[in-house]
């Protein structure tokens, strides 16, 4: 399974971006996508997720009405758009593929994760 997270960037305080994550080597739409997020000096820290049939989005508080998870199965890609971004969003953000059809924010529910990508937002 190879996941390749790709949108990060540099951005002002206000704008947006949006990350993409394509799947492959495992049935995309069997399973639950998620992204998490480092900061220098923290842990990783849950973003979003999704379930395997779209229905059911989990964000985590910080971010809730400001981003947005989605999938296409035909793309086998999941994105992640990220509007309102504050300096406080900067991070390296992961995508990773669990091994369940339900979102969880639990890292452990995921087994496999990509390089991630830079997302740095100036004040």
């Known amino acids: 399974v190879q996941l390749q997270a790709s949108g990060g960037g540099l951005v002002q305080a206000g704008g947006s971006l949006r990350l993409s994550c394509t799947s492959s080597?495992?049935?995309?739409?069997?399973?639950?996508m998620g992204w998490f997020r480092q900061a220098p000096g923290k842990e990783r820290e849950f973003v979003a997720a999704?379930?395997?049939?779209?229905?059911?989005?989990g964000y985590e508080d910080s971010v809730k009405g400001r981003f947005t998870i989605s999938r296409d199965s035909a793309k086998n890609t999941v994105y992640l758009q990220m509007n309102s971004l504050k300096p406080e969003d900067t991070a390296v953000y992961y995508c990773?593929?669990?091994?369940?059809?339900?979102?969880?924010?639990?890292?452990?529910?995921?087994?496999?994760w990509g390089r991630g990508t830079q997302v740095t937002v100036s004040s």
């Open positions: 080597g495992r049935p995309f739409s069997t399973y639950a």
């Open positions: 999704i379930s395997r049939g779209s229905s059911t989005p």
């Open positions: 990773a593929t669990s091994y369940r059809s339900g979102y969880s924010s639990a890292s452990g529910q995921y087994d496999y």
